[in-house]
């Protein structure tokens, strides 16, 4: 298994990231948020899982070990696989995904593209004893007079599917929230919020 990527990063597109590590490129399928996190040039470190298929090797990267596991975790849930696993942790974070499981909480699951009533039920009934206790931890991102979340979040909603017109209407609905964090602003949870107001529209 391979648990970590870390090299120079050659490219990004709005799912993916070629990370160079030793003359050679690999392809690492990540969230938006993990991919708005680095830049073409630059160094990076992300957390891998390797998706084994009889016709395919896919490596998926992370921001951080409990994305990750959290990523394996869910995985194990019948009928949940790597890409609805991905979506999962794009739209919910690892925190969320426990206080939606442990307290049977569907709407929160079934706001996840991919997953339905049944989804959320079996996920609830399957992990309810291995998620864990739910910590809150905010990861947050310094803000400018640019407002560079705005593309952020837009980027990504784009890559999840959503056309321009919703993601822009989603990123004006999300706009107040940013306000309220004053120097800091949490583009995860801006996504996030941005995903829940898509979902419920």
């Known amino acids: 298994m391979i648990a970590f990527v870390s090299g120079r990063v050659a490219a990004t597109n709005l799912t993916s990231v070629v990370i160079e590590v ?3 490129g690999m392809l690492v399928h990540a969230t938006p948020t993990t991919i708005a996190g680095v830049r073409r040039g630059e160094q990076a470190t992300l957390t891998t899982s390797m998706v084994v298929r009889e016709d395919s090797l896919t490596l998926y990267g992370f921001a951080d070990d409990e ?21 999962m942790i794009a739209v919910l974070s690892p925190d969320d995904i426990r206080t939606a499981v442990a307290s049977d909480d569907h709407k929160t699951l079934t706001s996840v593209p991919g997953i339905g009533a049944k989804g959320a039920q079996r996920i609830v009934l399957e992990l309810k004893d291995r998620v864990g206790p739910a910590a809150s931890v905010a990861a947050t991102m310094p803000a400018s007079g640019h407002s560079p979340w705005r593309d952020q979040v837009h980027e990504a909603l784009i890559g999840l599917g959503w056309s321009a017109r919703e993601a822009d209407k989603a990123v004006v609905a999300v706009a107040p929230i940013a306000d309220e964090q004053g120097d800091t602003v949490d583009v995860p949870a801006l996504l996030r919020g941005a995903l829940r107001t898509l979902s419920k529209a």
């Open 22 to 24: 030793g003359g050679v």
């Open 67 to 87: 994305e990750r596991d959290m990523f394996e975790l869910v995985q194990t849930a019948n009928g949940i696989g790597p890409k609805v696993a991905q979506a």
